[in-house]
């Protein structure tokens, strides 16, 4: 289930590139166009969901949230540390109503960082 007018779609579907990170049958991972950390990858579901608010079924969050785990072993953050990000509605900054997981790492954080 894919929407025409979604730019994460256009991604999924190879209509827009994308530096591809990571994908299976349930998601697809690529970094992000606008970096806020030297490590800063997208993790989206194949199956369009606007938010994490939007009804999606406990099996495809489980594969979104496996997926989380494996692109910190690809980008090499997962001994180090990295954070994981959901924004959930415009008042929390997503810009994108495709459901994602930010994956954010490289460089240490300041944990008040307001901008993340």
Same mark, same amino acid.
């Given at each position: 289930? !894919?929407?025409?007018?979604?730019? &994460?779609?256009?991604?999924?579907?190879?209509?827009?590139?994308?530096?591809?990170?990571?994908?299976?049958?349930?998601?697809?991972?690529?970094?992000?166009?606008?970096?806020?950390?030297? #490590?800063?990858? *997208?993790? #989206?579901?194949?199956? !369009?969901?606007?938010?994490?608010?939007?009804?999606?079924?406990?099996?495809?969050?489980?594969?979104?949230?496996?997926? #989380?785990?494996?692109?910190?072993?690809?980008?090499?953050?997962?001994?180090?540390? &990295?954070?994981?990000?959901?924004?959930?509605?415009?008042?929390?900054?997503?810009?994108? &109503?495709? *459901? !994602?997981?930010?994956?954010?790492?490289?460089?240490?954080?300041?944990?008040?960082?307001?901008?993340?």
């Amino acid at each position: 289930m !894919h929407r025409d007018d979604c730019l &994460f779609c256009k991604i999924i579907r190879g209509e827009i590139p994308s530096s591809k990170v990571y994908e299976d049958e349930y998601v697809y991972a690529f970094d992000d166009v606008s970096p806020q950390m030297p #490590v800063h990858t *997208l993790i #989206v579901p194949k199956n !369009h969901y606007d938010s994490i608010a939007d009804g999606v079924p406990a099996d495809e969050l489980g594969h979104l949230f496996a997926a #989380v785990e494996k692109v910190a072993d690809i980008k090499g953050v997962r001994e180090d540390g &990295f954070r994981t990000l959901v924004n959930t509605g415009a008042h929390a900054g997503q810009t994108v &109503f495709h *459901l !994602h997981v930010h994956v954010l790492g490289g460089a240490p954080m300041n944990s008040g960082d307001p901008s993340l």
